[in-house]
C-alpha cells in the first residue's frame, strides 16, 4: 500500500500534471479527511508563476465542490439517523447555524471548522445552492489572501 502511495504522490507532483494536482488536492481536502491544499496551490504558482489565477480558481472550484459533497453527505446522515429513531430532533446546538443560515457558509474556509460546517449545513438542510454559492466565495478570498500572502513573504527565484 505505501509503494502504491508513493507512486500516486509522485506521479500527481509532475509538473504536466499540476492543475490537476491542485483540483484532486483541493477537492480532497473539502472532505472531512485531514489534508491541506495551500501548499500544493501555493508550490504550483511558485513554480510556474502565470498560473496564478487559474490556480486559485481550480483550488476554488474544487474545494467548493467539495464542500458540496460534504453537504451532502451531511443531509445523507440526517435523513439515515432520523428513519433509525423514528423522529427529527435538531437540538438546540444547532440553532445558532440554523439562525444564519447558508451565510454560515462562508466560514466553510476556516481550518478545523470550515469542513465540517458543510456537512452540518447539509444535517440542517439548508438551501443547497445558496450554501455553495457562500462556500465558493469564502474559499476563493482564502485562496487568494493565503498565496499572496505566501508569496510576497517568501518571494524567492520564482516570485510575481
Known sequence: MEI??????SWLALPQFGLSTVFVVAFVSATLLPLGSEPAVFGLIKLNPEMFWPA???????????????WWMGLGAHKVVNRARGYSNDGRSLAWLRRFGPRACLLSWLPVVGDPLCAVAGWLKL????CLAYMAVGKFFRYLVMTSALLHFMPGQYGL
Open 127 to 130: 438551501p443547497f445552492w445558496p
Open 56 to 70: 486559485i480558481l481550480v483550488a476554488t472550484v474544487a474545494n467548493t465542490l467539495g464542500g458540496g459533497v460534504s
Open 4 to 9: 502504491w502511495m508513493h507512486q500516486l504522490l
